[in-house]
């Protein structure tokens, strides 16, 4: 916990830093009064500070009690994987149009999260893809996007 | 004379077969996703905002409302059947709820639970009618500063109650407000941390970050967790005996109170006014020895307090245009989206759709309890539903959701990476409520601020000379301290984080 709050601190550290050096970029006072960059010039500021702040205090405390934040193996595959699916997906999206995508992206989600049944599977998936895009350009009137097969 | 005429006229425009139709199936949806452990209230919300495009604004708001009170009804189902709350606000559910359906008492506990709510919500909205209109006629008088402190007091509030230390929660809020300031500036219409990329001039969309954080981080914390067995428990007498009611009045009146008025704080949350619903009840109880071991003041109490906070929390947005927590802030984002900025002027523009929304609440409060005593049945049989199925279904309205708003694969991509800080942030235990919060009210509280200061020629003696200014600036201060000095309770500071 120790350290992966340590790794958060120095995450946030960095953007603030690199938002004080943009908002720097704009103009914080001018003759209407406060500029674009006045905002965000203190905001990134009172971040900084307080982030190192909580870094400091990080760095110089002990950890009396050991926390795994971490997920187990199978926890942590299933995680990346569902990751890795969804940004395949939103690749995928446009060009395969959203029946095809959704119609493997749910059959192969389910097939990863340890769904075996082959009804269930191939049921929800074309629910999930041909009948929700149904639903949501005639009904809900919402265009969701068709690929370069037209599906 | 002039609010019930605007109540009678809100009541004909909720009451239109359409609209009944919307409240039902917001309803329907809200219960489902209460009732479904893994999403929350705000995340689904956020993911049936693409439900409502198509719909005239009335139409939409009504749905998004039934489904944001629906959720925090069904929240109750899975902490009495599976010690799993629904929702955060359900979590004191668990401690007599759970133990009453151990004890074969599931139905009698779900049918308090449906009936606290019912009344709890019912009383907040009357409430809500009576003090709304002059409250908002008092917040047109406020000019850019009072607005600028009002939402600082906001900030303040939900940052100082979100975690364990106030000070990670300020980072948090700053980091939201910091992701307001992408785009276009609102002022001077120059773009800001743009980077060329022209997706982002439009700044970083609301809904999918809201996607990621809540929706997409809690399917990955799901993952992780074990499998909750459903109790069975006896669902057929789901009325209280005589003795259970004499037992439940005092606290549902009470519950009913602590609700209310929490409500009207903003950034108090939906967690704090059950927590001290039932430290209430326990406290004027001749017997506290019997909370924790199946109480049934312990779930009507916390129960009635949730409904009718989630009723009056709709006051601040509507009549101040604060959001009260997240899930309000996504209502608050709806809006939005329908062009439609909350607040006194609200009122004063638009009091038919404003009305016709608080006249559904009514409406969808007695759905809600028809919904929820004879088909409780039908919805605990939805617990079994096998969380594979529940995952897929929440990413692909996730993704739907996301890409939807702006017909964007971008926005997509944002909600993956909220996604994964949502998740981190939920790991480290630092509180993701200050961020949304200061996401949503980042550009309002910045252009009040610079408003504020170009009618003052940039001397910052305009927030002190005011009155009702410093007053409020002063409140904010005070909140703080109280941070500070850990004034909350230590269990509604652990369950808020």
């Known amino acids: 916990m120790r350290r992966g709050r340590i790794v958060a601190c120095v995450v946030l550290a960095g953007i603030f830093l690199a938002a004080l050096v943009t908002s720097l970029g704009y103009s914080l006072i001018d003759a209407l009064g406060p500029g674009p960059g006045f905002f965000p010039f203190w905001l990134s500021l009172i971040g900084l500070t307080l982030t190192l702040a909580i870094l400091i205090e990080s760095v110089r405390s002990r950890e009396t009690t050991t926390v795994n934040i971490l997920p187990d193996r199978q926890a942590a595959l299933q995680g990346g994987g569902v990751l890795v699916a969804l940004a395949a997906a939103a690749a995928l999206f446009e060009p395969l149009g959203f029946r095809l995508t959704m119609l493997l992206f749910i059959a192969g989600m389910l097939w990863m999260l340890g769904a075996r049944s082959p009804f269930g599977i191939a049921f929800t998936a074309v629910a999930g893809s041909f009948g929700v895009f149904h639903v949501f350009l005639y009904w809900l009137k919402v265009p969701l996007p068709t690929g370069a097969f037209g599906i | ?497």
């Open chain 2, 1 to 497: 004379m002039d609010t019930l005429n605007h109540l009678m006229a809100g009541l004909a425009a909720a009451a239109t077969l359409q609209n009944l139709g919307f409240a039902l199936i917001g309803c329907l949806l809200g219960t489902l996703i209460g009732v479904l452990p893994g999403l929350g209230p705000t995340a689904g919300t956020a993911i049936l905002i693409p439900l409502t495009f198509s719909l005239d604004p009335t139409g939409a708001l009504i749905m998004l409302s039934a489904i944001y009170y629906g959720a925090m009804y069904g929240g109750t189902i899975t902490s009495v059947l599976i010690n799993v709350p629904g929702e955060a606000a359900s979590v004191i559910t668990c401690f007599d709820g759970y133990q009453m359906a151990k004890q074969g008492r599931g139905g009698t506990a779900l049918g308090i639970a449906a009936i606290g709510s019912f009344i709890g919500g019912m009383v907040a909205t009357i409430a809500l009618i009576v003090v709304a209109p002059p409250l908002a006629r008092l917040a047109l008088s406020f000019g850019p500063p009072e607005f600028f402190a009002l939402m600082l007091v906001g900030l303040c509030l939900i940052t100082g109650l979100a975690g364990q230390s106030l000070v990670t929660g300020i980072v948090m809020a700053v980091l939201g407000l910091l992701i307001a300031m992408v785009g276009i500036d609102p002022v001077r219409g120059a773009p800001r941390f743009t980077f060329g990329v022209p997706s982002l001039y439009d700044g970083v969309g609301f809904i999918p970050v809201v996607m990621g954080l809540f929706g997409i981080a809690e399917i990955l914390i799901t993952i992780e967790r074990p499998y909750h067995e459903v109790i069975k428990t006896r669902l057929t007498s789901l009325l209280p005996s005589r003795e259970e009611w004499r037992r439940s009045i005092g606290a549902i009146v009470r519950g009913t109170g602590i609700g209310f008025f929490l409500g009207l704080i903003p950034g108090v949350g939906a967690i704090i006014p059950t927590f001290v619903a039932y430290v209430v009840e326990k406290r004027v109880s001749k017997t506290p020895e019997k909370f924790g071991q199946g109480a049934i003041e312990g779930v009507a109490a916390p129960e009635t307090a949730n409904n009718a906070y989630a009723n009056a929390a709709m006051i601040p947005l509507l009549t101040l245009g604060i959001p009260s927590s997240p899930t309000i802030a996504v209502l608050m984002g709806a809006f939005i989206i329908n062009g439609l900025t909350p607040g006194p002027f609200l009122f004063k523009e638009r009091p038919d759709l404003v009305w016709a929304v608080i006249a559904s609440f009514m409406i969808g409060n007695v759905m809600l309890l028809i919904l929820n005593l004879p088909f409780v049945g039908l919805w605990a049989r939805l617990l079994r539903l096998p969380y594979q199925y529940v995952c897929v279904g929440t990413l692909l309205f996730c993704v739907i959701g996301a890409y939807s708003l702006q017909q964007s694969v971008f926005d997509v991509g944002v909600m993956i990476a909220c996604g994964v800080i949502g998740y981190g942030l939920r790991k480290l235990d630092l509180p993701v409520a200050p961020l949304v919060l200061g996401l949503i009210l980042g550009p309002f509280i910045e252009k009040s601020l610079r408003t504020s200061l170009e009618m003052s020629g940039g001397d910052f003696s305009i927030f002190y000379t005011r009155p009702l200014c410093l007053g409020l600036l002063l409140l904010a201060a005070a909140v703080l301290i109280g941070s500070i000095l850990q004034l909350a309770p230590r269990e509604v500071r652990e369950t808020n984080s």
